[in-house]
């Protein structure tokens, strides 16, 4: 089944303990991209990745890291974790210009 | 810049009734592409509709269709014969290698 894996679905942690949240794709997508989502905000754009080895900032990316070793993984790291990350993290790939495929969402809390 | 706005936060229909859903959005690409996704309370990202922008013809998928306006800049859904299981929040989103969110829009459905 084609899909889009984040893991893990739930997250509490506390401050400065550092953190990755995992991405996975298994449909050869080129394309792949961390959202945060905040109430009365919408999705907003960490980080993406054109291709292997390629990432770049999206418009939220302070206190986050992404690497993009292999083509189907696309980790996000918080090195130092604040409250003010405490979000819905959702992991999105795609192929051109084909619709984002969304992974299930990650609820992280940082206290 | 690329931005995208859903004007309304709220909105409520009653079942087998027909509602619209406003959204506007601003871009100097000549390429893209705009959807409509769904978020059901089990917080899932659903595609609803695609429409390219190249595209007169306004898309269409069973119950949903779009009324793309190109020169207004506007792109609103409309759902047809509405059923529960459409309540949810609505993203409009647009863009060309780079996808902007709008801010959500909450539908409820009275039956």
């Known amino acids: 089944e084609a899909q889009v894996t984040q893991n893990p679905r739930y997250l509490i942690t506390v401050t400065g303990k550092k953190l990755t949240v995992t991405c996975s794709q298994n449909m050869n997508h080129e394309y792949m991209s961390w959202y945060r989502q905040d109430p009365g905000l919408g999705l907003r754009q960490i980080y993406y990745s054109m291709n292997v080895e390629v990432t770049d900032k999206g418009d939220v990316p302070e206190g986050y890291k992404v690497s993009r070793k292999e083509k189907r993984n696309f980790p996000l790291i918080l090195e130092s974790p604040s409250p003010n990350q405490t979000s819905l993290y959702f992991c999105a790939s795609s192929l051109g210009n084909s619709p984002l495929h969304f992974g299930n969402g990650t609820r992280l809390t940082v206290t | 810049a690329q931005t995208v706005t859903q004007s309304q936060p709220e909105m409520s229909v009653q079942e087998a009734e027909t509602v619209t859903l406003s959204c506007t959005y601003d871009?100097?690409?000549?390429?893209?592409?705009l959807f409509w996704y769904k978020q059901p309370p089990s917080r899932q990202m659903i595609l609803v509709i695609r429409q390219e922008a190249y595209k007169q013809q306004n898309a269409t998928e069973n119950r949903f269709s779009v009324n793309f306006q190109k020169a207004a800049k506007s792109f609103s859904l409309k759902i047809s014969d509405s059923q529960l299981g459409d309540a949810a929040m609505y993203f409009c989103?647009?863009?060309?290698?780079?996808?902007?969110f709008g801010k959500g829009m909450k539908l409820t459905v009275n039956p």
């Open positions: 989103v647009g863009g060309s290698e780079k996808l902007v």
């Open positions: 871009t100097s690409e000549s390429d893209y592409y």
